[in-house]
């Protein structure tokens, strides 16, 4: 599965780029100093709390039919989230910028978040894994 995660990533690491530098220029704009090393820091942020966003969604949805899924929240990112927040909330050192109102880093994130849940994308993922790491028919 390793494989399929490096697949998924390789497919979304160019958005990650345009959207990193879609939050520096407007970090730029409202003149917040350290701009590429706060919009690194953004990103990773936003990341984050996608994924949180994204279990919980798929906790909710799977819950109906196996209520068991909730044992699955240690996969949940949320002290890395924490973490990033503090540490975002410290770097601007009372510095604001709402990236919500910039079109690009909306836009940028729609696509993200549809890359890492389309199902050709993980498709193609799981079939090179598949071809990367085939089972072993013998046993």
Known sequence: MADANQYVADEVQPDLLKMEYSIKMEFDKCRIENSALLAKV??????????????????EE???YNKEV????????TDTFKVLDELSDILYRGGYCNLNQ?????????????KLTDCDIISRAINE??????ADKDG
């Open 42 to 59: 953004e990103l990773a942020r936003c990341m984050a709390e996608l994924a949180c966003l994204s279990l919980d969604k798929r906790i």
């Open 62 to 64: 799977v819950r109906p």
């Open 70 to 77: 909730t044992g699955i929240t240690y996969l949940r990112l």
């Open 102 to 114: 910039s079109d690009n880093c909306k836009r940028g994130m729609a696509i993200i978040q549809r």
């Open 129 to 134: 894994s598949d071809k990367l790491n085939p």
